[in-house]
């Protein structure tokens, strides 16, 4: 399993960008999906996870302003960021568990993921 993270870039203050996570691999469908960040300075934190039946999770402070959303046909993760602060500068991470079962909760914890992907820079200018 493969991921690849794109969409990152400098946005203002109040922005928005689109992350997209592509997964390589047969068994996307049972894949389970997060995202993370790691700000500078500080440790690599949660952001949005989502299980194969498309249920989220989110970090508490971003909810409502983040997005994440699936698409098993092309075989990917996006996430979609609004309101964008300059706190949210970070490069974002996305990371896959590529066999769960259907019931699996979206997962907020780095250690239920196997598979990373290299991370896209996001900056939000003030």
């Known amino acids: 399993v493969q991921l690849q993270a794109s969409g990152g870039g400098l946005v203002q203050a109040g922005g928005s960008l689109s992350l997209s996570c592509a997964v390589s691999?047969?068994?996307?469908?049972?894949?389970?999906v997060g995202w993370f960040r790691r700000a500078p300075g500080k440790e690599r934190e949660f952001v949005a996870a989502?299980?194969?039946?498309?249920?989220?999770k989110y970090l508490e402070s971003l909810q409502g302003r983040f997005t994440v959303s699936r698409d098993n046909d092309k075989k990917t993760v996006s996430l979609q960021m609004n309101m964008l602060k300059p706190e949210d500068t970070a490069v974002y991470y996305c990371a896959a568990n590529p066999n769960v079962i259907l019931s699996t909760a979206p997962s907020s914890n780095e250690e239920d993921y196997y598979y990373w992907g290299q991370g896209t820079q996001v900056t939000v200018s003030s």
């Open positions: 691999g047969r068994t996307f469908s049972r894949t389970a």
């Open positions: 989502i299980n194969r039946s498309s249920r989220t």
